[in-house]
């Protein structure tokens, strides 16, 4: 059981929009920030989102994240085949003192 | 651009420890980050296994945390996680990561993952 909640799947069509959220509560999302990860298994995770809503450099502006009280989402429009992978919400948990992830969810493009 | 490998065995006994090794390159270990173990057992999610600063500072996930040590050796700019009396349910792909110490912090450097399963 993950201490943030991503629902396991979600779908779109090729040039559509997928919305991925991310829920925790106050001692970890409601009061730190989030970044987001793009994971195909076996290989290195990739940094999408840092900061709630930054991307690092080289990530296209078809990644975005946003954050409302103990909940985030990362929004992928315009989506493409390549886009197929995992996706995992992160941040500090102040009372675990400790990294929490979000059990990730799969994104597949119909 | 930091490049992280990892290394160790591939199989480790039940009741065995588990130990790893992840090799820096591209920025000094003493610089100011946090260098971290997070793992993914088969078709499950991404877990956070702990990190450790170059002054010996640590931070461990609670519920691994009887049982893991995380060290930094840094004349040979690697670090290492150790975890003890292992069983089938630490099977799993481990990777190693870089965190930035300047908030607000995330992971934006990996390894590749390197399979580890316990089993006799």
């Known amino acids: 059981q993950s201490v943030l909640t991503q629902p396991p799947s979600v779908s779109a069509a090729p040039g559509q929009k997928a919305t991925i959220s991310c829920s925790g509560s106050t001692s970890n999302i409601g009061n730190n920030f989030v970044s987001w990860y793009q994971h195909l298994p076996g290989t290195a995770p990739k940094l999408l989102i840092h900061a709630n809503n930054k991307r690092p450099s080289g990530i296209p502006d078809r990644f975005s994240g946003s954050k409302s009280g103990t909940s985030a989402t990362l929004d992928i429009t315009g989506v493409q085949t390549g886009d197929e992978a995992d996706y995992y919400c992160g941040t500090w948990d102040d009372r675990l003192a400790g990294w929490v992830l979000g059990g990730g969810t799969k994104l597949t493009v119909l | 651009q930091v490049q992280l490998q990892e290394s160790g065995p591939g199989l480790v006994k039940p009741s065995g420890t588990l130990s790893l090794t992840c090799i820096v390159s591209g920025d000094s270990i003493n610089s100011n980050n946090w260098w971290s173990w997070f793992r993914q057992p088969p078709g499950k999610g991404l877990e956070w296994i702990g990190e450790i600063y170059h002054s010996g500072n640590t931070n461990y996930n609670p519920s691994l945390k009887s049982r893991v040590t995380i060290s930094v050796d840094k004349s040979k700019k690697q670090f290492s996680v150790k975890l003890s009396s292992v069983t089938a349910a630490d099977t799993a792909v481990y990777y190693c990561?870089?965190?930035?110490?300047?908030?607000?912090?995330?992971?934006?450097?990996w390894g590749q993952g390197t399979l580890v399963t316990v089993s006799s």
């Open positions: 990561a870089h965190r930035p110490v300047a908030t607000p912090s995330h992971f934006d450097y």
